[in-house]
C-alpha cells in the first residue's frame, strides 16, 4: 500500500479528522487492498462500542404522496406512473402493533411531503404510539419542516429525525433538485433539528448524476464537522421514470469504502447497512456491516404499500428487507458474526 495513504489513514484513525483533499486522495485511491484495510480498522471501531450487536429498525413508510420533485427520486411529484398511497393513523399503528410483536423497538415513519401530515395530525399520532409503547423511540424522516413544525413533534414525543443533505456542494444539489428547493433551507432543517434536541441523521447517495470526489470529499467533510447522530448513505439506483431514469447507479465497493470512512470520522455513528445496498447486491446488506455499519432497517410496511413506495427500480422489500422476516435477518446477521437486539439503539456517547 502507498505510504502516503497509509499515513492518511492513520491521521484519519487518531484525529477522525482529515482536510478535504486528503479525503479526496482517499476517494481516488479506492482498492480492493485499502478497502480491506479500512473495513478490518472500521469494524474493530464498532466492535470497540457496539460490540457485535446490530440495532434494527422497523420502517413505515406511510405516504408517497410528495410535493417535491427530486430528479433522481421516484415518488417525485411528476411521475404519473407512481401509484400513489397514504397509510391512516390507524393503519401506521398497526404496523407499530406488528413491530413491536417482532421485537423493534423503534419505529421509522418516512415518506414523501405530503401535505395530509399536518403538526395536529402527526403530534396525536405520535403521542398515541408513545403512550402506547413508551419504551420505543420515535424516528422521523418526512423532509423539510419549519422550527416550529420540528418543535411541535418533539415536544410530542419524536426521538430522532433522518433528512439527509443529499450533497455538500451546493451547485451539485442544485443539478439534483428543481429550483424550488433550496440548499441553505436543507441546511436550516438540519440545524434546527440539531438545536432542538433530535439525535439527527444526515446522508447521501453514493455515485448520483454529477457527483464526483470532490464532491464525496465535501460530504465527508461536512459530517465530520456536522457530526450527526446518524448517517444514512447508499447507491443512487435509477429510477426509469424519472429524469435520471437512465444513468448508471452507484456501486457496492465504494459505498462499502465510504461506510468505513464514516465508522472512522465518528466511531459511535448509528450507521445504516441500507435497502439500496440491499437491492445492488444479495448480500449487499452483509457487505454493509463489515465494512462497519451497525444499523438495520427491515420494511414493516403493509405489503400493498411497500410495492408502491418505488424510489428506485427493483427496491427489494421482500426476505430478509422485510420485518415479518426478522428471523432469516437474525441468522443472516448470526452468520457473519453479528447478533441483532431488541432495543431502542440509541447512540452510545
Ligand atoms: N421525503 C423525505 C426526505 O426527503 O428526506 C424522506 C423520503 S426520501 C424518498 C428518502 C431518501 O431516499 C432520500 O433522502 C434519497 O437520498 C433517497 N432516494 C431517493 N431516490 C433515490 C434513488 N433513486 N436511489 C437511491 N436513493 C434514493
Redesign the pocket.
Known sequence: MNNEILEIINKLRTNHSLELMEYKMLIDNISPEISEHLAMLAVKEQQRIYSNKIYIRGLIEISNI?K?D?L????RKSNKNCMRYRLLPNEILECCERGYKLGFRTFVL????DGYFTDEVLCKLITEIKSKYPDCAITL????RSYESYKALKEAGADRY???H?TATKEHYEKLHPENMFYEERNRCLKDLKSLGYQVGC???VGSPYQTSLELARDLKFIEEFSPDMC?I??????KD?P?GKEAAGTLELTCYLLSILRLIKPNLLLPSTT?LGTISPNGRERGILAGANVVMPNLSPMSAREKYT??DNKSYLGAESAQCVKELAEKMNSIGYEIVTDRGDIKK
Not at 72 to 75: K, L, Q, V
Not at 234 to 239: D, E, K, Y
Open positions: 410528495c417535491n427530486c433522481y427520486c421516484g415518488i418516512q415518506g414523501g411531503e424522516s418526512l423532509g423539510e433522518l433528512l439527509r443529499e446522508g447521501f447517495m444514512g447508499g447507491p443512487f439506483i435509477p429510477q424519472t435520471f439500496a424510489l428506485y
